[in-house]
């Protein structure tokens, strides 16, 4: 979850630095790049500090999470057959 949110924090942020009123995401956008959203996200991470220790399954458990993030967000670039 902390990896998940992490990002959608990070694309609210970003697009709300460039993206205009009136885009049809703006609700999305205000939501992911709000101050409620942003603590939540600092939140839920320290939880999972407190919880998992630095190891290597852990890194590479928030890895895995990353990726499956990454490919969502791609998958819509792939060319269909």
């Known amino acids: 979850m902390a990896p998940c949110m992490r990002l959608y924090g990070y694309l609210g942020t970003e697009l709300a630095k460039t993206i205009g009123a ?3 995401y ?3 956008i205000a939501t992911y790049s709000g101050a409620d959203f ?3 996200v600092t939140r839920v991470e320290s939880l999972l500090d407190s919880i998992a220790e ?3 399954a852990v890194r590479d458990a928030y890895e895995y999470a990353m990726r499956c993030e990454l490919n969502f967000f791609s998958a819509m670039l792939e060319p269909t057959a």
């Open 22 to 24: 009136g885009n049809p």
């Open 26 to 28: 703006q609700q999305w």
């Open 38 to 40: 942003q603590a939540l």
């Open 54 to 56: 630095d190891t290597l």
